[in-house]
């Protein structure tokens, strides 16, 4: 299986990479960075009332992914990136300190971009652009393996989901003290 990983990361790095992407790329990732846009996407959403749950869907979504993924898979899997293991490409960006699997950036973007549709809104389709471009970037950064971006969207998605019933949740319940 790593074989063919490297084989899809190889071909990116013998097909893809131009000029124009290594500038781009760097710049997609770093908005992934922290999960910050998304945090950033959260809080706006809950600084206007009429969306207010919707930022509290993709809040509570963006912690369960970071539990998750920092928190509990990353040090338990404990894998080697791949800019560790094929020192000969050049890196577009700092080599990550953090274990591979699953990508964090991928497992956040997912998280904000499914909570969105989970809770009908329309800004899942913007958003859901912004995390395929954002995984892919990490793809093409030689940072993640295939296996954990792939991971990282279906963790993201679940969390996401799970952000979504926990907000509506949370909000049916304080409605009812009322």
């Not at 919707?54 to 928190?71: D, P, S, T, W």
Request: overall charge positive; charged content about 10%.
């Amino acid at each position: 299986m790593l074989s063919f990983e490297f084989a899809i990361l190889d071909w990116i790095q013998a097909n893809l990479r131009n000029p124009i992407m290594d500038l781009l790329m760097p710049a997609i990732t770093t908005l992934g960075n922290s999960g910050l846009i998304w945090i950033i996407l959260a809080g706006i959403l809950i600084l206007m009332p009429k969306y207010r749950k919707v930022g509290m869907a993709v809040m509570a979504g963006l912690a369960l992914e970071v539990i998750c993924c920092n928190l509990v898979l990353k040090p338990l899997v404990a894998r080697v990136r791949p800019c560790d293991v094929n020192t000969a490409v050049q890196l577009l960006v700092a080599r990550p300190d953090d274990f591979s699997f699953p990508s964090g950036h991928t497992g956040a973007s997912f998280a904000a971009a499914s909570a969105l549709p989970f809770s009908r809104s329309r800004l899942w389709i913007p958003s859901l652009v912004l995390a395929v471009l954002i995984a892919f970037s990490r793809l093409y950064l030689y940072v993640h393996y295939p296996t954990d971006i792939l991971a990282g969207a279906l963790l993201g998605v679940m969390a996401g989901w799970a952000g979504s019933w926990v907000s509506a949740y949370a909000n049916e319940k304080l409605l009812l003290q009322r």
